[in-house]
Structure formats: C-alpha cells, structure tokens
C-alpha cells in the first residue's frame, strides 16, 4: 500500500514538473533590415532637399497631416500646413544661389520597424559650395500605410549666433 502511495505520488510530481517546464515557446522577433530603413529615409532626405531647392514646398511628402515641428527660438509648429505655410515664407529669404542637402546620421527603429528615431545633419551652402549654414536634427517617423513620415522633429544650427 505504502509503495503504490509513492508510486502514485511519483507519478504526480513527475507530471507536475513536466508541465511546468512546458512553457510557451517565444515568437521570434520581426528582423528589421536598419541598411534598407536608413536608405528609405535618406531617400525622403533628398526628395525634401530637391524640393525645397526648388523653391517649393508642394513636393514635400516628409510630414504627416499632424506632425509637430520644434525649431531654435519658435514657437512649434503644428500641423504639416502650418509647417509648409512656414517654409514658404523662410523660402522668401533663402538665398536664391543656395542649396541645402541633409545627411542621415544614424536610425533607430523599433523592434517591429513601425516606429524610426532619425539623428542627421543638414548643411547649405552658396553657388561656390561654401558652407553658409549648417545644424543637426532629430526626427521621429511612423509608418502609416506602408511608407514613414515624420511625426516630430527639431532642428538647431551649429553656427556661431550673430550679434545683433
């Protein structure tokens, strides 16, 4: 009788373990290729840097409907039409011989590669391809249907400030 308790209680304490140990296997994670993001967004780069040296705002894809937008000694600007409507109106005093170019840096996606952290540089320079600004940003990117756009940035030159 004692032997067949202990057989039985065995039994359970065998069966126990075995189902604790039986844990749920993890679902490996998305592989997000940070090669082909990190072109992707450079490729947005470009595209805003072609437009904005061609003196338009109309071909800047870049922004989403509510982006919020973070530059030196401004108020933020929200909203991707009130972020053209100021682009347009910078246009007016950049300068007609210049043209400016953006460098990304470094990306930072999220592990599902739904969300990118971009850290860049921009530069502009004149017709001789003097430096005559440059700076740095940071810009947060979600992807809606398929493709990134920006939902923050901000900016800041790295210029020495000028005395007024």
């Not at 990304?104 to 952290?117: A, F, L, Q, R, Y």
């Given at each position: ?29 998305v592989m997000v290729d940070k090669e082909a993001i990190k072109t992707e967004i450079q490729a947005m780069e470009n595209a805003f840097a072609d437009a904005y ?112």
């Amino acid at each position: 009788m004692k032997n067949s308790i202990f057989k039985g209680g065995l039994m359970v304490v065998i069966m126990f373990v075995m189902l604790a140990c039986n844990q749920k296997k993890e679902v490996p994670a998305v592989m997000v290729d940070k090669e082909a993001i990190k072109t992707e967004i450079q490729a947005m780069e470009n595209a805003f840097a072609d437009a904005y040296n061609n003196r338009s705002t109309d071909g800047i894809n870049y922004y989403a409907e509510d982006a919020i937008s973070y530059s030196n000694g401004k108020m933020p600007l929200e909203g991707k039409k009130l972020i053209h409507e100021h682009m347009n109106s910078e246009l007016l005093t950049f300068p007609q011989d210049a043209k400016i170019s953006f460098e990304t840096k470094e990306i930072h996606p999220s592990n599902d590669g739904n969300m990118v952290v971009e850290i860049g540089g921009y530069k502009v320079t004149d017709a001789s391809n003097k430096k005559i600004n440059s700076g740095n940003f940071i810009s947060l990117f979600e992807k809606k249907d398929g493709k990134y756009v920006c939902i923050r940035d901000m900016g800041n030159s790295d210029m020495p400030l000028t005395k007024k």
